[in-house]
């Protein structure tokens, strides 16, 4: 998996982060590693599959594209 600059992410769409802090949860703000995460129209980078707490990450410093899948391709 080759990490890029957040710089040249997809202006929308799945795919994986890492940096920044997560921002939102129940537990407060923290530091984030890797994330799989849903970039909206807006920008923003929503942590993907959460809805109750609605959190996000602020600040990513890389992105990756999600890995093919066990399987796929065969």
Known sequence: MTWMPIESAPSCGRFLVYGGTWVGDWSGDH???????HRLDSGD??????????????KPT???PLP?????GE
Do not use: K, Q
């Open 62 to 64: 890389h992105w990756a």
């Open 45 to 58: 980078f929503d942590v993907a599959d959460t809805e109750y707490y609605a959190p996000h990450i602020v």
């Open 31 to 37: 530091d984030a590693t890797i994330t799989l995460v």
């Open 68 to 72: 093919t899948a066990p399987g796929a």
